[in-house]
């Protein structure tokens, strides 16, 4: 089976954890945005994901201290171009959600670019994974804070040069998550370029 971008394969990380999220400097942000960093904070910080924000945006996340109790990370990967790509995202509790948009004012369009990731108008994480449950799960659904909504963290990248398991693409993402969970993934800009040393 080929996972493509519509059609991906999507991963979930079981065990909660704890994100610190910390404003940074990236070259080549875009004029209103902030780049922010989720490490996963413990005795061995690892560096997880990088995103840019609308920066009235990044000041919610903190106002309404939305990661300050452990979340579920999951995420989609799909085969482009003999390479991985994918995105990461973190599982958002509808009360951190609501914390977040009260935080920001409903008039400010600013909430635009990350509303499509990330919105308390869509669905939640579990009615997509499982809209035929509906019936069976409805008194679970009525418990305040069941419902989660995905907030894309940062992007997954393994290029086809570095591809450990060519022949099993489920293994590579596996493979490529314990790298990235472990705190052995390299910057993809970094990583690209040492690529094109070694080819030389």
Known sequence: ???TRDNPLTFIVPQPLLLRVERIERPGAAP???P???TRAGPRDALLAVNAYPSQLVEAFFASDAFGEPVILVGAA???EGGVRGELSALLSERAMQDIQDSVSSEDDALDPWAASASLTGTSYEDDLSAEEDDEDEEAGDEEGKAHFPLVIGAVIRFPENRKYPH??????DDLMRSILEGRATDAG???????LGGL
């Open 190 to 196: 970094e990583k690209r370029i040492d690529n094109l």
């Open 168 to 173: 099993d693409f489920e293994l590579e993402v």
């Open 36 to 38: 922010v960093a989720f």
């Open 32 to 34: 209103g945005e902030q």
């Open 1 to 3: 089976m080929r996972f």
């Open 78 to 80: 799909w085969e482009e």
